[in-house]
């Protein structure tokens, strides 16, 4: 084709997005919240240690939609903030390098953390809190700036009522009861996204696999045990298959995988801590039924773990610095989990290297309803 005569690929409505100003990086943000199931709300606060980029910096801006914000503090001192429901203005003192901005709030998030409980015409359904941020959402639950741009070590301490379990980001440091409640405290250290951190909270189950010493959860209600193994069970292999195509190790200490009531999405590759849809759970039957299912290697719910799961190294580990690149993060887990998939004999890895790779042929056993 004749230079300058190729075609467009943007809409002629498109206009150009450009990434935010970045005002300063995040060190480390601590979301310390309460969940109350009654009234689908949260309160708590969020502190976050953030190291100006311009040293002249007398004001953050982050981003906060439509919080009930009580106060703010700067290096524990009140600071009297601006809000308009979309940006939480917070004055900075004189000294210059990291400050500590803490902001007490409340909320009844429209986006970004959702409830779920029985009603009337779904009395099966669980009592659940869930979060979902990609790409922009998790300013409707904690203030940050809302970008991928940023990246920071985080910690999450959610109370629940007894009988709950959070799960989260990283390792768990702590869970201890208070009252009649239950407080789990997480920890990532690996910097990520404000997409990327996310918690679950619900009467999960656990059942535990390992690969090469790497313990995988798969984190369930006690209404789908019998499909646990169906829905996860192919996440060794898969694991394998992406260490090898990658020629990289599982980046994180842990995988945990979370099916939750009304997901708003088929998964969502929240940093070792994959959150994923109730709707994927293959239906029990017969021992024939099961082979037959995984004799597809298109079935739905190990294409929907690989994606997720090779999401780990492209999206989480290596990472987009804007959202024009989403497609990229988008690109490679879609190619990975269409190679996981497949009986591929020899593929190039990414290294140059050729790698075998097949899937088991071996008969696959019923799903083993042990664990806890
Ligand atoms: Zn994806």
């Given amino acids: 084709m004749a230079a300058g005569s190729h075609k467009s690929f943007h809409l002629p409505e498109s206009k150009p997005h450009y990434p935010p100003e970045r ?10 919240l309460t969940l109350d199931f009654q009234r689908m709300s949260i309160s708590g606060s969020c502190t976050m240690d953030v190291e100006p980029i311009r040293q002249d910096l007398r004001e953050a801006h982050l981003d906060a939609c439509e919080l009930d914000v009580k106060s703010c503090a700067v290096d524990g001192a009140k600071a009297d903030f601006e809000y308009d429901n979309a940006v939480l203005s917070v004055p900075l003192n004189q000294k210059n390098g990291v400050r500590s901005i803490r902001v007490e709030y409340s909320a009844t998030p429209k986006e970004g953390l959702y409830f779920s409980a029985p009603d009337a015409e779904h009395p099966e359904k669980e009592v659940q809190a869930w979060t979902h941020n990609e790409p922009e959402s998790a300013r409707f639950w904690y203030p940050c700036h809302d970008h991928p741009s940023d990246k920071s070590s985080s910690e999450m301490v959610i109370r629940v009522p007894k009988g709950f379990r959070v799960i989260s980001n990283g390792r768990l440091v702590s869970e201890r009861e208070e009252g009649d409640g239950v407080v789990f405290h997480w920890r990532e250290d690996t910097p990520h996204s404000s997409y990327l951190t996310s918690f679950v909270a619900g009467k999960f189950n656990r059942i535990t696999q390992e690969v090469h010493g790497l313990k995988l959860h798969y984190n369930f209600p006690e209404s789908k045990r019998a499909d646990v193994l169906r829905y996860f069970g192919e996440t060794p292999r898969i694991i394998g298959v992406l260490e090898e195509l990658t020629g990289m190790k599982y980046p994180y200490e842990k995988y945990d995988q979370t099916t939750v009531q009304d997901f708003i999405s088929g998964g969502e590759e929240n940093l070792n801590a994959t959150t994923l849809s109730m709707n ?21 719910a190990s294409s929907l773990v690989a994606h997720e799961a090779a999401h780990q190294w492209y999206g989480d580990w290596v990472t987009c610095s804007d959202w024009c690149h989403a497609w ?4 490679w887990a879609t190619y990975l989990e269409s190679l996981t998939q497949r009986g591929v004999s020899v593929l190039t890895r990414c290294d140059g290297k050729c790698v075998p790779v097949r899937r088991s042929t071996s008969k696959r056993t019923r799903p083993n309803t042990g664990g806890r």
């Fill in 280 to 300: 994927y759970y293959p239906e029990a039957g017969t021992e024939e039924d099961f082979q037959q299912m995984y004799s597809n290697p298109f079935s739905t």
């Fill in 328 to 331: 990229i993060n988008e690109a």
């Fill in 23 to 32: 005002e300063f990086r995040t060190l480390h943000r601590k979301v310390e």
